[in-house]
T-cell receptor, first 115, second 114 residues
């Protein structure tokens, strides 16, 4: 079973619509959750981080976390063609014995925003 | 936000040569740095976790003698691909860890081995 799962898409939405990206994870002990955006040929850039249940809003982006359901989502309001990219969901695995961590990335969801 | 640089941004080399990639955190100290590899249309694959002053921790299937990682300071980690072969051609990306396990990625290094 994959540790972080995303629908690979492509997800196609018209300009101005809301894009909804979803992600599930398997490790109940995870405490840190991230959404990264990756344009083709570029490295990922951080969009949102979320650590507690509920919603977190930043501009047009809203991250939602439900730890009981092991589910995290990203909503993009007023989608723009420039939002067309691959969105990576990421979840941290903490190693309590060492205090170290590593991040597990989903395979990403490709989003196309049509003008 | 925190800035991570990588050098070089792309490199072409002959099979059998070694290639060194530098990763620097420019405006923060990264106790932990990560090295990823990404093949076309695939997701990020973690290669190793590098902690300043200690040996890197490699993921299963990644040869530590082929991919040498050095994390000599809180702002610099290097990845050396030794005796590179065409199958090592890929997009190599480093990241530095910030507060609350946030990762800040470098721009990546595209390696082509002929």
């Amino acid at each position: 079973q994959k540790e972080v799962e995303q629908n690979s898409g492509p997800l196609s939405v018209p300009e101005g619509a809301i894009a909804s990206l979803n992600c599930t994870y398997s490790d109940r002990g995870s405490q840190s959750f991230f959404w990264y955006r990756q344009y083709s040929g570029k490295s990922p850039e951080l969009i949102m981080s979320i650590y507690s249940n509920g919603d977190k809003e930043d501009g047009r982006f809203t991250a939602q976390l439900n730890k009981a359901s092991q589910y995290v989502s990203l909503l993009i309001r007023d989608s723009q063609p420039s939002d067309s990219a691959t969105y990576l969901c990421a979840v941290d695995l903490i190693f309590p014995d060492t205090g170290g961590f590593k991040t597990i990335f989903g395979a990403g969801t490709r989003l196309f925003v049509k003008a | 936000g925190a800035v991570v640089s990588q050098h070089p941004s792309w490199v072409i080399c002959k099979s059998g040569t070694s290639v060194k990639i530098e990763c620097r955190s420019l405006d923060f100290q990264a106790t932990t740095m990560f090295w990823y590899r990404q093949f076309p249309k695939q997701s990020l694959m973690l290669m190793a976790t590098s902690n300043e002053g200690s040996k890197a921790t490699y993921e299963q299937g990644v040869e530590k003698d082929k991919f040498l990682i050095n994390h000599a300071s809180l702002t610099l980690s290097t990845l050396t691909v030794t005796s590179a072969h065409p199958e090592d051609s890929s997009f190599y990306i480093c990241s530095g860890s910030g507060p609350r396990e946030t990762q800040y990625f470098g721009p990546g290094t595209r390696l082509l081995v002929l």
